[in-house]
């Protein structure tokens, strides 16, 4: 018997969550090195040299930043794009290690000293 089945409908509470998003990067991510069959699962455009790819992941409050991040990703490297949702705040992009690493500094950096974001730590695998 669990503790809400001996409760009237009128003794219930009802809990309604909301996000309120604020200025945040809450996930910085590069993936070194992917197995090229992730690449392909994930229909990537192509990378010439699927051996030098990494993939950079960043979610971004409030959603619209990722267009942001995008402009700075491709201006610090040359990455390219692979996913700008600018719905959920979810960026991700493709290039060699050193490309998508430019690109998540430039990015991290940006949002933290310029537009006053509270940023997580760049994560890799």
Not at 6 to 34: C, D, W
């Amino acid at each position: 018997m669990g503790i809400y089945d001996s409760m009237t409908t009128e003794e219930k509470l009802r809990i309604v969550q909301e996000l309120v998003p604020g200025k945040q990067i809450s996930l910085a991510h590069i993936i070194a090195a992917p197995d090229p069959l992730l690449i392909d699962k994930l229909s990537f455009q192509k990378e010439s040299d699927k051996s030098k790819a990494s993939i950079g992941i960043l979610t971004m409050s409030p959603a619209e930043a990722v267009i942001i991040g995008a402009d700075l990703a491709v201006k610090a490297s040359g990455v390219t794009l692979q996913n700008v949702d600018y719905t959920s705040g979810t960026l991700v992009f493709t290039g060699t290690v050193s490309e998508v690493e430019s690109a998540m500094n430039a990015i991290v950096e940006y949002s933290n000293r310029t537009l006053s974001f509270s940023v997580c730590d760049i994560t890799r695998t």
